[in-house]
């Protein structure tokens, strides 16, 4: 049963978009590694700007930065 978790930050994804992700990951496991739909599992963890850094800053600093 293969197991796979997105990990994303929560500022814009659409449950259309969301769907998809789930959808083509599942589909990558069947193709790719002849993995059965029905048990192949995918979560999407939306997470907080504030709670996810990247080269030593928060996302939300990094964006306001750039903007």
Do not use: C, F, H
Request: proline fraction near 3%; aromatic fraction near 2%.
């Amino acid at each position: 049963m293969p197991y796979v978790n997105i990990k994303i930050t929560n500022d814009g994804a659409t449950k259309e978009q969301k769907r998809q992700l789930v959808a083509g990951v599942t589909e990558l496991l069947v193709n790719i590694l002849g993995k059965n739909p029905a048990t192949t599992v995918v979560v999407i963890d939306e997470v907080e700007t504030d709670n996810w850094g990247i080269g030593g800053e928060l996302v939300t600093d990094r964006r306001k930065r750039s903007i």
